[in-house]
């Protein structure tokens, strides 16, 4: 199972019956009295999930969901609440909250929410060591080689790059030839969905740009 879930509740009996109903579902679980607790213990950033009552003595959910934040955490978050208040569901959702649960909450409704929200933190993740990689790899180009990857993205001939960095055709087909393998695709449509997800699309176009 991945990563541990968190379950910060300033009520024991609450803690310790959530922690037998995720333990028999083969979580593993740590138990915090306060959100306090949860910050000195520095939990994991990339792998598990907080169970997070909204209204706790001290430091409240909401205020240890923006310190999480702070500290760079992208574990999902799903509130627990006794109470149903539209502003608070609201401003937790809108603060990267993954879902917002009524006490009491069924237990398939729970493990359900705490499913979901693994599976899009565990996809999140991957999209980010993706776009790491490419970074990488856009990283190894020559600074005239990432000056042709920019013309060429624009959907601009080689004619076009050749003229607009003064060189020729066949030194621009070199280059070309070479951010391909670098880049390890086949096609300029390849390069063009490279150049969007990093956002290097766009940020050179110009109108009436020849495709």
């Known amino acids: ?38 910050l000195d213990q520095q939990p994991d950033k ?3 999930c ?6 706790m003595p001290g430091m409240s959910g909401l205020e240890l969901q923006s310190r999480l934040t702070e500290r760079g955490s992208t574990l999902p978050i799903i509130f627990l609440t006794a109470y149903q208040d539209v502003g608070i569901t609201v401003k937790a959702i809108k603060a990267g909250a993954d879902d917002f649960l009524i006490k ?6 729970l493990l359900g929410a705490i499913a979901r929200a693994i599976a899009r933190h565990k996809n999140e993740r ?6 790491e990689t490419l970074r990488g790899r ?17 959907g601009k001939t080689n004619k076009h790059a050749a003229r607009e960095l003064g060189s020729t055709e066949r030194t621009i087909k070199a280059h070309r030839s070479a951010i391909m393998e670098k880049l390890q695709v086949q096609s300029v449509v390849d390069l063009v969905r490279i150049a969007e997800r990093l956002g290097v699309l766009g940020a050179k176009d110009e109108p009436g740009a020849a495709v």
Do not use: C, N
């Not at 009491?104 to 409704?109: E, K, T």
């Not at 856009?138 to 624009?154: A, G, K, N």
């Open 104 to 109: 009491p909450v069924a237990s398939q409704d």
């Open 138 to 154: 856009l990283s190894t180009l020559t600074t005239r080689q990432r000056q042709v990857f920019e013309i060429i993205v624009q």
């Open 50 to 55: 907080i169970l997070l009552d909204v209204r």
């Open 1 to 38: 199972m991945p990563g541990i879930i968190h379950v910060v509740d300033d009520d024991a009996s609450y803690l310790s019956a959530i922690q037998q109903v995720l333990e028999a579902s083969g979580y593993r679980v740590a138990t915090y009295a306060s959100a306090q607790q949860l």
């Open 46 to 48: 990339r792998k598990g």
């Open 126 to 131: 991957a999209l980010d060591g993706e776009l």
